[in-house]
T-cell receptor
Framework: KNQVEQSPQSLIILEGKNCTLQCNYTVSPFSNLRWYKQDTGRGPVSLTI?????NTKSNGRYTATLDADTKQSSLHITASQLSDSASYICVVSEGNAGNMLTFGGGTRLMVKP | NAGVTQTPKFRILKIGQSMTLQCTQD?????MYWYRQDPGMGLKLIYYSVGAGITDKGEVPNGYNVSRSTTEDFPLRLELAAPSQTSVYFC??????????FGSGTRLTVV
């Protein structure tokens, strides 16, 4: 069964600090891996998308890495801001016609002043 | 562009009642999806559609129905609401491939 596991489930950091969120997946066939940010009461918004051949992708202070051999990904947030407080969801897309997505349970990040 | 619009934002239903969650997109996307999100869990696919007139079951379709009469609209129908259907529902659309756009969600409580 396709699965996406994220760790930690929740994280509290101080403003200005860096953090790294982890994602392990068993989705096959693999098409791409995405990281989404979901603010409370809102839908997920895409941060990065990486295909099999890409091992790093940045979007401002967000940097995602992908190791397709070990089926692991990470999302690194640099110089955190209060507005980074949200859930971060790792999503893996299957390489089939329906482009089915398998969602991780998310990491809930709280940035404190 | 409004993107993906869901209505209502909140709803409380009594057990056994029925309702329709509305989803409209103005991006001319062929693919549309309905997901539910339970606390601490990943989004689960309920139904999806690859184009007008075509729908298919996802991972958790029981208790739900959908239709896709136009490219823009993809309503989700609950016929006999049950407490297990208490969740946040997200509609999404995609042109096919990498880009997905999500609505802001409908929070449904069944009591």
């Amino acid at each position: 069964k396709n699965q996406v596991e994220q760790s930690p489930q929740s994280l509290i950091i101080l403003e200005g600090k860096n953090c790294t969120l982890q994602c392990n997946y068993t989705v096959s066939p693999f098409s791409n891996l995405r990281w989404y940010k979901q603010d409370t009461g809102r839908g997920p918004v895409s941060l990065t998308i990486m295909t099999f051949s890409e091992n790093t992708k940045s979007n401002g202070r967000y940097t995602a890495t992908l190791d397709a051999d070990t089926k692991q990904s990470s999302l690194h947030i640099t110089a955190s801001q209060l507005s980074d407080s949200a859930s971060y969801i790792c999503v893996v897309s299957e390489g089939n016609a329906g482009n089915m997505l398998t969602f991780g349970g998310g990491t809930r990040l709280m940035v404190k002043p | 562009n409004a993107g993906v619009t869901q209505t209502p934002k909140f709803r409380i239903l009594k057990i056994g009642q029925s309702m329709t969650l509305q989803c409209t997109q103005d991006m001319n996307h062929n693919y549309m999806y309905w997901y539910r999100q339970d606390p601490g869990m990943g989004l689960k696919l309920i139904y999806y559609s690859v184009g007008a007139g075509i729908t298919d079951k996802g991972e958790v379709p029981n208790g739900y129905n959908v239709s896709r009469s136009t490219t823009e609209d993809f309503p989700l129908r609950l016929e006999l609401a049950a407490p297990s259907q208490t969740s946040v529902y997200f509609c999404a659309s995609s042109p096919g491939g990498k880009s997905y756009t999500f609505g802001s969600g409908t929070r449904l409580t069944v009591v």
